[in-house]
């Protein structure tokens, strides 16, 4: 009876080793993802969209012209005239009076923004306007929009230097004037100033005199 069981047990071997690695119950192994290398990571980074200027509001709506007249786009021409000096720049109806004049390169001061201060005045046609609340109205083809400015509306240049020759010679002039004042000072009131001193001392004694008193009646209680 062995020797039967020892060929059927060793024909189910043989054929198991017959089968196809397919059948295999195991799950099939996954390959782990690739990591990006540091060159691809950088060329990622740089394929990035890189800053881009702000279109003027001239660019968003449209207006004549070519992309490189960017912010001189519009149909309305606008001259901004302060003393002698005059400024022009093109403009479409409704954009605001404090941009074209930013657009211009045209100093005007501002302070609330709200129209209320007035400190942003300008004339047009004779009429007092303030441009924190102003926009460019209509204007008929051909024809210019002047905006006066104030000729007291300049911008103020900030030193950029902290120190300076200038700044040198009136420091050292006024420490001479201060010597000079002290000496005379001292000079007119000499008598004065001896008398000050001498009260001071005698103040001084009795603050001194008085202290000693009381420091006396405590060891005696």
């Keep these: 009876m062995m020797a039967p069981n ?8 043989l054929a198991l080793a017959a089968l196809p690695r ?26 990035r969209p890189k800053w881009r200027q702000k ?24 001259v901004f005239v ?9 403009a479409i109806v409704g954009q605001p009076l404090s941009e074209v ?7 005007i001061r501002y302070k609330c923004k709200k129209g209320e201060c007035g400190t942003c005045e300008v004339k047009v046609d004779g009429k007092w306007i303030r441009s924190c609340v102003s926009t460019i109205p209509y204007v008929a083809p051909g024809a210019t929009f002047e905006v ?34 002290f000496v005379r000072t001292g000079a007119s009131e000499g008598k004065n100033f001896k008398v000050r001193l001498d009260n001071e001392a005698e103040i001084a004694r009795l603050v001194a005199e008085r202290k000693a008193k009381k420091a006396a009646e405590k060891q005696k209680a």
């Design 6 to 13: 020892f060929s059927f047990c060793l024909a189910a071997l």
């Design 22 to 47: 397919t059948l295999s119950l195991a799950p099939p192994r996954t390959a782990p993802p690739a990591r990006a290398s540091g060159r691809t990571a950088l060329r990622a980074v740089a394929s």
């Design 55 to 78: 279109k003027t509001l001239a660019d968003e709506v449209g207006g004549s012209g070519d992309a490189a007249d960017a912010g001189l786009t519009g149909t309305v021409d606008v």
């Design 82 to 90: 302060q003393g002698n000096a005059t400024k022009a720049t093109k």
């Design 101 to 107: 004049a930013s657009q211009a390169d045209q100093f």
């Design 148 to 181: 006066t400015v104030k000729p007291g509306m300049i911008k103020s240049k900030k030193s950029s230097r902290f120190f300076s020759v200038r700044s040198f010679v009136d420091g050292w002039v006024n420490n001479i004037l201060g010597m000079i004042g």
